[in-house]
């Protein structure tokens, strides 16, 4: 049987999976009806703020990482993993910064309680199957058109290839602890909410909003093959928000997910 087919068949039970979870998931969401509410942006002033918070954030993270490599060299992994962290460091404070100034009355909801919990685990259960399946199925659609698997991301060939030791240590916190905080707070916490403003008066607002942020969010990782899964993870991200209230519960599902991506790298190197 040719691996492509294998891959395949790997993804249509894990889709199979991940359709069951959803079920439940939707159960578990109508008996506990939560959301959050849109952010109403104020224009120019709210948008000229955010955009000049992302450029200081961008900038800063550069000039943080040209320091590093100056220091380091470009070959030591502390000089993109450090940077990195300072990065999603950055990230977070242009968040804060931006609800403390801004016009717009909103709060991103570090509520942390039972429900926060249940929901991350409801949903990293979906997760973690879709997101795989999905990665599978781009997989064998590639090698069934060029006889070759898609390149790996530059990031999972930098952790697979350094020894144990500091660098691992600093990536390992970067991608499990460091980014789910970050990355939730400005694309879930921020960008999704401020879609839902722009779409509140459509049916369909919410879901637009969550398949935007999660577009934006599989961008921002620079890899065309991981653009589907990533993008469907980012609505799954979401969803989660969105039913449990609190960013706590797609901060849980995204560094658990890092966290399983992480041991599979290490168990396979």
Not at 24 to 29: K, N, S
Not at 55 to 72: E, I, N, R, T
Not at 205 to 231: K, N, R
Request: glycine share 8%.
């Amino acid at each position: 049987m040719p691996s492509w087919v294998s891959s395949a068949a790997v993804a249509a039970v894990l889709l199979a999976v991940a359709a069951g979870l959803f079920r439940a998931a939707a159960v578990c969401a109508r008996r506990n009806p939560s959301g959050v509410s849109a952010i109403p942006m104020r224009w120019p002033a709210d948008f000229l703020l955010l955009a000049f918070l992302a450029a200081s954030a961008a900038f800063a993270g550069m000039s943080v990482s040209g320091a590093f490599v100056g220091k380091l060299g470009a070959e030591n992994p502390l000089s993109v993993f450090l940077p990195t962290i300072a990065m999603q460091v950055f990230t977070v404070a242009a968040v804060l910064i931006f609800q403390k100034l801004s016009d717009a009355d909103f709060s991103i909801g570090f509520g942390f309680s039972r429900g926060a919990l249940r929901s991350a685990g409801v949903f990293f259960a979906c997760a973690a199957p879709a997101v795989l399946a999905a990665n599978a199925l781009v997989a064998s659609a590639y090698f069934a058109v060029s006889g070759e698997y898609p390149p790996k991301q530059e990031i999972v060939d930098i952790f697979s290839s350094m020894p144990e030791g500091l660098g691992a240590v600093a990536a390992a916190v970067s991608i499990a602890v460091f980014a789910p905080v970050a990355e939730e707070m400005f694309f879930r916490g921020l960008l999704y909410r401020i879609f839902k403003g722009f779409f509140s008066p459509f049916r369909c607002g919410a879901f637009v909003s969550a398949v935007l942020s999660g577009a934006f969010f599989a961008m921002i990782h620079a890899d065309a093959f991981v653009f589907l899964p990533l993008a469907l993870m980012g609505v799954l991200l979401c969803m989660s928000y969105e039913k449990s209230g609190s960013i706590i519960s797609p901060i849980l599902v995204h560094a658990l997910f890092n966290a399983l991506n992480l041991g599979i790298i290490w168990i396979v190197k």
